[in-house]
């Protein structure tokens, strides 16, 4: 069982940073594919960022060269740095784990509450 709670999400301007950092807990976080994905309003969860145990990461083609994963597997936790935000990066940020080689939603084993990001124009 991991339980997984994010941290860091609010209001931005646009072109602002934001960080957002999810604790896991359980022994065995290591073994996990870390990944974030988001919600907008009346649109389908969606995937943004993911790392896998040995560290190889992936990014929506959205957010590439803005967002950067990153995994700390001594303290439990995966961040998510957010550069350049944009309005439409608006949505509810959700950190997600799997044993699965892929991390999609379909995969996913445990979720996170969800932490809200909001990008003014």
């Known amino acids: 069982q991991v339980q997984l709670v994010e941290s860091g999400g609010g209001l931005v301007q646009a072109g602002g940073s934001l960080r957002l950092s999810c604790a896991a807990s359980?022994?065995?976080?290591?073994?996990?594919?870390m990944g974030w994905f988001r919600q907008a309003p009346g649109k389908e969860r969606e995937f943004v960022a993911a790392i896998t145990w040995s560290g190889s990461k992936y990014y929506a083609d959205s957010v590439k060269g803005r967002f950067t994963i990153s995994r700390d597997n001594a303290k439990n936790t995966v961040s998510l740095q957010m550069n350049s935000l944009k309005p439409e990066d608006t949505a509810v940020y959700y950190c997600?784990?799997?044993?699965?080689?892929?991390?999609?939603?379909?995969?996913?084993?445990?979720w996170g509450q969800g932490t809200q990001v909001t990008v003014s124009s």
């Open positions: 359980g022994r065995t976080f290591r073994r996990y594919g």
């Open positions: 997600a784990a799997t044993g699965s080689t892929q991390v999609l939603v379909s995969t996913i084993d445990y």
